[in-house]
Nanobody, 114 residues
Framework: QVQLVESGGGLAQPGGSLRLSCAAS????????MGWYRQAPGKQRELVAR???????NYADSVKGRFTISRDNAKNTVSLQMNNLKFEDTAVYYC????????WGQGTQVTVSS
């Protein structure tokens, strides 16, 4: 069955960096566009970055220039490098496919605080 396991979250200071990783299984990863989503307290889940099967990327305006999504088809992983973190990046981060929603993983908490 489909499994998405996110990791790498934690506490960071404003301006700091974190790298998230998502291990995927149960589907043909190399043929699936992937994305990173986040959900802040009291807010709806939003897509912040996506990567196509051809590794083309796009980003929400709020993270453009600070976050970088990448994929490793050999390892079935998708990563999110987050630089210059801001307070408003605090959220639970999830990976999934923007094209075919799958069962959500547990997410990984990112907290930006001084």
């Amino acid at each position: 069955q489909v499994q998405l396991v996110e990791s790498g979250g934690g506490l960071a200071q404003p301006g700091g960096s974190l790298r998230l990783s998502c291990a995927a299984s149960g589907f043909i990863f190399s043929k699936t566009a992937m994305g990173w989503y986040r959900q802040a307290p009291g807010k709806q889940r939003e897509l912040v970055a996506r990567i196509t099967i051809a590794a083309s990327t796009n980003y929400a305006d709020s993270v453009k220039g600070r976050f970088t999504i990448s994929r490793d088809n050999a390892k079935n992983t998708v990563s999110l490098q987050m630089n210059n973190l801001k307070f408003e990046d605090t959220a639970v981060y999830y990976c999934n496919s923007p094209d075919r929603e799958m069962a959500w993983g547990q997410g990984t908490q990112v907290t930006v605080s001084s």
